[in-house]
């Protein structure tokens, strides 16, 4: 299934499986904006992602990363 900007929980495992030894927090928002979409999951634009979006994902991400 693809995912868009609105699917955060989902992009997070997405990112997680693919960088699984990634700690999120090092990485800067626009990082993480090229990240997300050069997943094969994802299939939205990629400049409609505001800062709150980007952070929630990076927080989604770390919370995943964490376990």
């Keep these: 299934m693809k995912r ?7 992009i997070a495992r997405d990112l997680r499986e693919q960088y699984p030894e990634q700690d ?19 299939d939205d634009r990629s400049d409609v992602a505001g800062s709150q979006t980007l952070s929630a ?8 990363y964490e376990q």
């Excluded at 868009?4 to 989902?10: A, G, L, N, S």
């Excluded at 994902?57 to 995943?64: G, N, V």
Aim: no cysteine; charged share 20%; aromatic share 12%.
């Design 24 to 42: 999120p927090l090092d990485l800067s928002l626009d990082v993480i904006r090229g990240l997300v979409v050069a997943l094969a999951t994802f």
């Design 4 to 10: 868009t900007w609105q699917d955060i929980p989902e």
């Design 57 to 64: 994902i990076q927080s989604a991400w770390y919370e995943e």
